[in-house]
């Protein structure tokens, strides 16, 4: 992702504004408006929350939620 699209992403995620769609999907959505565009473009996010990998028996693993995201 470019760094302003990273940034719009990161924004959503402190915001909290995703709604539950299904079981692991999340959605948000957010109209940006920069000086070099003539109108307000809306960006749609999606959210998809991953499941933990545990590859071995003896690492302590963290129960910290993990997100695939993408922007349209």
Known sequence: MSSNVRKI???????????????????????????TWEKARRFVCIRETLKAKVTNENQIALDLPAYDIKLS
């Open 9 to 35: 992403a990161d924004y959503l995620e402190q915001s909290g504004d995703f709604t539950s769609i299904i079981s692991h999907y999340a959605t948000a959505e957010i109209n940006v408006s920069l000086p």
